[in-house]
């Protein structure tokens, strides 16, 4: 297959195994690209991308931008803080009045679960979904996913823990959906509260003690606390939640055995990581965000090889 299933990028859970195989060997061969001296290809030369971003974002936001560049599509950057959303602009109407400009794709951050795959139905673009509300994060996930198979080799029957808050991230979710796709055998650990009722429904087990879900898997993948999702306390206090969530290098060397640390940040040193473990060799987290620009850079490029047309 060299082509993928989908026309947009929604969420992982609307991908099949082969897409995800698709956009990693399409992002080794990008990774080898912005290794070279000269970072630039022009394969999206006749492209126009814009890059909306409803929420916060640091690494997406850049990552995309840098991804888009490197393959030399045009790109326009719109931040909703300093945009007509403000004066009342409906999401349709200004993504409408985007494309009028001749725009071909959407990256779209957005706080509303489902606000993607409402937008791919009702404009006319591809859209790439960087993250909407708590349901998915597909970029985030490929990138995690992809760099679980750098450091292993493969995915298939690698035993991955996902810490912390389970309830608000989209993170998890994506990164649940890969990794059973992919043959990975997925536990998550965090405060009952801050798990869903029904994970288990997802093909996980729960292990509730840090510890013993660390000694059993090959790689961690801690979340931060999403307090701005949270309406109430969902634990007793953030001291406690470090106590008894929080990855230190004491808890590591415990271990008496190698694991590899993923965060997708931004991390909050000190909370659900302490900053000798985030600094140390066990953490790839700057890996993960070198691979994230290869990653979108495949993504983007294989959702737009279904726009261009062979030159005459
Ligand atoms: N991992 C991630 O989505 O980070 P940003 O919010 O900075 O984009």
């Given at each position: 297959m060299n082509t993928l299933s989908v026309d947009h990028l929604l969420g992982i859970k609307y991908l099949k195994e082969a897409d995800l195989q698709l956009i990693f060997e399409t992002a080794d061969h990008f990774k080898e690209v912005i290794n070279r001296p000269i970072k630039k290809v022009p394969s999206l030369r006749d492209?126009?991308?814009?890059?909306?971003?409803?929420e916060n974002s640091t690494r997406t936001k850049l990552s995309f931008e840098l991804a888009e560049k490197r393959l030399s599509a045009d790109i326009?950057?719109?931040s909703a803080a300093q945009s007509s959303v403000k004066k009342g602009e409906t999401l349709i109407d200004t993504v409408n009045n985007i494309l009028a400009m001749k725009v071909d794709m959407v990256v779209m951050r957005h706080p509303n679960p489902g606000a993607a795959e409402f937008l791919s139905k009702n404009v006319n673009a591809i859209i790439v979904n960087a993250g909407d509300g708590t349901h998915e994060h597909p970029t985030q996930a490929l990138l995690d996913t992809y760099s679980i198979r750098e450091r292993f080799g493969e995915v298939?029957?690698?035993?991955?823990?996902?810490?912390?808050?389970?309830?608000?991230?989209?993170?998890?979710?994506s990164n649940i959906f890969?990794?059973?796709?992919?043959?990975?055998?997925?536990?998550?650990?965090?405060?009952?509260?801050?798990?869903?009722k029904h994970i288990e429904s997802l093909g996980v087990t729960i292990e509730p003690d840090l510890?013993?879900?660390?000694?059993?898997?090959?790689?961690?993948?801690?979340?931060?606390?999403?307090?701005?999702?949270?309406?109430?306390?969902?634990?007793?206090?953030?001291?406690e939640y470090t106590q008894l969530y929080g990855l230190t290098l004491p808890l590591l060397k415990s271990l008496r055995k190698e694991i590899t640390i993923l965060h997708p940040g931004p991390m909050n040193r000190g909370v659900e990581?302490?900053?000798?473990?985030?600094?140390?060799?066990?953490?790839?987290?700057?890996?993960?965000?070198?691979?994230?620009v290869a990653i979108r850079m495949a993504v983007i490029y294989l959702l737009a090889a279904k726009l261009i047309k062979p030159q005459q």
């Open positions: 492209v126009t991308i814009a890059n909306l971003f409803f326009l950057n719109f298939t029957g690698k035993r991955i823990v996902i810490v912390g808050d389970i309830l608000h991230s989209r993170v998890a979710l890969a990794l059973n796709m992919l043959g990975a055998e997925v536990k998550v650990c965090g405060p009952k509260s801050l798990l869903p510890k013993r879900a660390l000694s059993w898997c090959d790689a961690a993948n801690m979340l931060r606390v999403q307090n701005e999702r949270m309406d109430k306390s969902y634990f007793p206090s953030i001291r990581i302490s900053s000798d473990v985030a600094d140390s060799e066990h953490a790839i987290i700057l890996d993960q965000v070198e691979n994230g």
